[in-house]
């Protein structure tokens, strides 16, 4: 029996967030299936992380495995439905297991899709044993989406959770090949009931991996000169042996070589325990405070007391660690003005070193979403369920709030990525292992050799303007690509010397896409990101506007959502004279010019 498994990234055109997807989940079934005897593997990282669609698919189809198992979040889910029908034409008596949060018995833009053939719901590592011993029979067990004549079946809910001390250790035992950042769990479930989260109603209490296997886990990364330690615990200050645990660190990171970040709470930290975290290497800790009315904190099981809240901030900022505090925009009660009272009040006690705002994601299966009628929310049917719409904010008030923070913070809250084809700044791109990022239209003859099996998602093609003028050369090409590879990014670098009107078949193309990408109205400008036009000259970089951002964004409920037209521009110093009237002298309805503000790495 041979085992392919892979886990998909939350897409990007600089590759920032795919350098960070760690398949630990799918690390844990690696694990098990070789202790079984079996060969599983894990996609290779470079198509996995980077690879477009059909890198993917190639990739799978040539391991010619008997089972494939994909990790499901919300950012991935489509684009692996989508690979998984086309994985059934080539090998149609293969099974695809479906695992991760995003499948649940409710989730029904996931069972309008019959592409899969089981669907692993909650914990997956008894289920995955159970599975793999009774192949090529699909076992009589909870926890399973089976799919029927009539459509998909659930088979009840699992409580059969394997004792974490028989769970092995991804990283213990190789199963999880990492260099340089080491993602930890040293608990499963959570103490807190957010109604507005999944993940503890896979548990019915918390539960603890032995002291000892993360102690030799985090040593182990000592060892090899690892970088970082993420903690992936919901709740790490509220761990049952917090003390004894931290003290253990300390004694292995004496020298702080390892830099450890986690999520917390911190309402409930004393200076003693804040110490041993500062002393254990800790440089980052994230706190969900989400909003700070009292309405709204009752109705998703939140706590807030500002006093402890403050002082335990107070503690660890004292011992030099980084606090990100988040809000969360869309909760129910909140209104545009409990949103800003939020940032305002953060800002003001100067309780944070980075403060983020979320937009809510109506996530199936939790509270929220079985109580959506009863609390006047509304959502996006598909992914990424942005909430649009509740009892005291519309869709406009969502988007506004993001504005203020913008206005609050001074700086950009979501900044479009530099393609990793036109950054300057990117010179070892060794990890791609020869995918083609960029494609150059230069003439004809270019155009018809692109390999679809061997480019990044997130690639640049460049035209000259004699080629971008001959749509008839490139544009059946083109759409071929995007036919076949409908989850990449794409980039187009055109010369300076066109006009708005040499890109209209360009941007017809981009209208005709569906990425999730898109689908944020939160962002601050230009919701159009999955297809972008930009133009390198006298040392800018600038992306050109989408037509689109002339007219407002309808959203599955049918309400609308603004935008300002902006040409954003990278530039080293200020913008010039003689671009600003080069842009208005293209457009009848200039676009806002602004400073193109580049995520960091």
Same mark, same amino acid.
């Given at each position: 029996?041979?085992?392919?498994?892979?886990?998909?990234?939350?897409?990007?055109?600089?590759?920032?967030?795919?350098?960070?997807?760690?398949?630990?989940?799918?690390?844990?079934?690696?694990?098990?299936?070789?202790?079984?005897?079996?060969?599983?593997?894990?996609?290779?990282?470079?198509?996995?992380?980077?690879?477009?669609?059909?890198?993917?698919?190639?990739?799978?189809?040539?391991?010619?495995? %008997?089972?494939?198992?994909?990790?499901?979040?919300?950012?991935?889910?489509?684009?692996?439905?989508?690979?998984? !029908?086309?994985?059934?034409?080539?090998?149609?008596?293969?099974?695809?297991?479906?695992?991760?949060?995003?499948?649940?018995?409710?989730?029904? #833009?996931?069972?309008?899709?019959?592409?899969?053939?089981?669907?692993? =719901?909650?914990?997956?590592?008894?289920?995955?044993?159970?599975?793999?011993?009774?192949?090529?029979?699909?076992?009589?067990?909870?926890?399973?989406?089976?799919?029927?004549?009539?459509?998909?079946?659930?088979?009840? /809910?699992?409580?059969?959770?394997?004792?974490?001390?028989?769970?092995?250790?991804?990283?213990?035992?190789?199963?999880?090949?990492?260099?340089?950042?080491?993602?930890?769990?040293? /608990?499963?479930?959570?103490?807190?009931?957010?109604?507005?989260?999944?993940?503890?109603?896979?548990?019915?209490?918390?539960?603890?991996?032995?002291?000892? &296997? =993360?102690?030799?886990?985090?040593?182990?990364?000592?060892? !090899?000169?690892?970088?970082?330690?993420?903690?992936?615990?919901?709740?790490?200050?509220?761990?049952?042996?917090?003390?004894?645990?931290? +003290?253990?660190?300390?004694?292995?990171?004496?020298?702080?070589?390892?830099? #450890?970040?986690?999520?917390?709470?911190?309402?409930?930290?004393?200076?003693?325990?804040? @110490?041993?975290?500062?002393?254990?290497?800790?440089?980052?800790?994230?706190?969900?405070?989400?909003?700070?009315?009292?309405?709204?904190? @009752?109705?998703?099981?939140?706590?807030?007391?500002?006093?402890?809240?403050?002082?335990?901030?107070?503690?660890?900022?004292?011992?030099?660690?980084?606090?990100? =505090?988040?809000?969360?925009?869309?909760?129910?009660?909140?209104?545009?003005?409990?949103?800003?009272?939020?940032?305002?009040?953060?800002?003001?006690?100067?309780?944070? %070193?980075?403060?983020?705002?979320?937009?809510?994601?109506?996530?199936?299966?939790? +509270?929220?979403?079985?109580?959506?009628?009863?609390?006047?929310?509304?959502?996006?049917?598909?992914?990424?369920?942005?909430?649009?719409?509740?009892?005291?904010?519309?869709?406009?008030?969502?988007?506004?709030?993001?504005?203020?923070?913008?206005?609050?913070?001074?700086?950009?809250?979501?900044?479009?990525?530099?393609?990793?084809?036109?950054?300057? !700044?990117?010179?070892?791109?060794?990890?791609?292992?020869?995918?083609?990022?960029?494609?150059?239209?230069?003439?004809? @003859?270019?155009?018809?050799?692109?390999?679809?099996?061997?480019?990044?998602?997130?690639?640049?093609?460049?035209?000259?303007?004699?080629?971008?003028?001959?749509?008839?050369?490139?544009?059946?090409?083109?759409?071929?690509?995007?036919?076949?590879?409908?989850?990449?990014?794409?980039?187009?670098?055109?010369?300076?010397?066109?006009?708005?009107?040499?890109?209209?078949?360009?941007?017809?193309?981009?209208?005709?896409?569906?990425?999730?990408?898109?689908?944020?109205?939160?962002?601050?400008?230009?919701?159009? !990101?999955?297809?972008?036009?930009?133009?390198?000259?006298?040392?800018?970089?600038? @992306?050109?506007?989408?037509?689109?951002?002339?007219?407002?964004?309808?959203?599955?409920?049918?309400?609308?959502?603004?935008?300002?037209? =902006?040409?954003?521009?990278?530039?080293?110093?200020?913008?010039?004279?003689?671009?600003?009237?080069?842009?208005?002298? &293209?457009?009848?309805?200039?676009?806002?010019?602004?400073?193109?503000?580049?995520?960091?790495?």
């Amino acid at each position: 029996m041979k085992i392919i498994l892979l886990q998909l990234p939350i897409q990007g055109h600089d590759f920032f967030f795919s350098h960070e997807n760690i398949p630990l989940a799918i690390s844990y079934l690696k694990a098990i299936a070789n202790q079984m005897g079996l060969e599983a593997e894990i996609l290779p990282t470079h198509i996995m992380n980077y690879g477009s669609d059909q890198s993917i698919i190639r990739s799978i189809i040539d391991f010619k495995p %008997d089972i494939i198992g994909m990790s499901c979040y919300m950012w991935n889910l489509e684009r692996n439905l989508f690979i998984a !029908r086309e994985i059934k034409k080539h090998l149609p008596q293969a099974t695809i297991i479906l695992g991760g949060p995003e499948i649940t018995p409710e989730n029904g #833009f996931l069972l309008n899709h019959s592409d899969f053939d089981i669907g692993v =719901v909650g914990e997956g590592e008894w289920i995955w044993n159970v599975i793999l011993q009774s192949y090529p029979e699909i076992p009589k067990i909870p926890g399973l989406l089976i799919k029927e004549e009539k459509g998909w079946y659930f088979t009840g /809910v699992n409580t059969s959770l394997m004792d974490l001390n028989e769970v092995p250790s991804p990283f213990l035992t190789d199963a999880l090949n990492l260099k340089g950042i080491l993602w930890l769990e040293s /608990v499963r479930g959570c103490i807190n009931r957010c109604a507005y989260c999944y993940y503890h109603k896979n548990y019915p209490r918390l539960r603890i991996f032995s002291l000892e &296997r =993360v102690v030799k886990e985090i040593q182990k990364a000592w060892d !090899r000169n690892f970088e970082e330690i993420i903690f992936l615990d919901p709740c790490f200050d509220r761990h049952p042996k917090l003390k004894f645990f931290l +003290e253990r660190m300390v004694e292995i990171n004496v020298d702080k070589k390892l830099k #450890f970040y986690a999520e917390g709470e911190l309402q409930d930290i004393d200076s003693s325990i804040a @110490k041993l975290i500062g002393r254990a290497g800790f440089v980052e800790l994230e706190v969900g405070l989400q909003s700070i009315n009292k309405e709204a904190l @009752k109705i998703i099981h939140r706590r807030f007391n500002p006093d402890r809240f403050i002082k335990g901030i107070r503690l660890l900022q004292k011992e030099g660690i980084e606090v990100m =505090v988040d809000l969360i925009v869309g909760l129910p009660k909140d209104t545009l003005y409990d949103i800003v009272r939020g940032i305002e009040w953060i800002i003001e006690n100067e309780v944070y %070193d980075y403060l983020m705002l979320y937009p809510l994601s109506l996530i199936h299966s939790t +509270e929220l979403h079985q109580k959506a009628v009863e609390l006047g929310l509304k959502a996006m049917p598909y992914p990424p369920y942005f909430v649009t719409k509740t009892q005291n904010l519309n869709a406009e008030e969502i988007h506004q709030a993001f504005i203020e923070y913008e206005k609050y913070m001074g700086e950009e809250i979501s900044p479009i990525e530099m393609p990793i084809g036109l950054d300057k !700044r990117k010179k070892d791109l060794s990890f791609l292992c020869g995918l083609d990022y960029s494609i150059d239209f230069g003439n004809p @003859k270019d155009i018809e050799a692109i390999n679809l099996n061997k480019t990044t998602y997130s690639l640049t093609i460049k035209m000259s303007r004699e080629i971008l003028r001959m749509p008839e050369r490139w544009i059946g090409t083109l759409k071929g690509y995007l036919e076949k590879n409908p989850f990449s990014l794409i980039s187009i670098e055109v010369p300076s010397d066109i006009y708005p009107e040499d890109l209209a078949t360009l941007f017809d193309l981009a209208r005709g896409r569906s990425h999730i990408i898109d689908r944020d109205y939160t962002v601050t400008h230009t919701p159009y !990101r999955s297809f972008l036009i930009f133009t390198k000259d006298k040392g800018l970089i600038w @992306k050109w506007p989408d037509p689109r951002e002339w007219t407002s964004v309808e959203l599955s409920d049918g309400q609308k959502v603004s935008f300002t037209p =902006v040409c954003t521009v990278a530039t080293d110093e200020e913008i010039p004279d003689w671009f600003i009237g080069y842009i208005q002298g &293209r457009y009848k309805n200039p676009p806002q010019i602004r400073l193109w503000q580049l995520a960091e790495d």
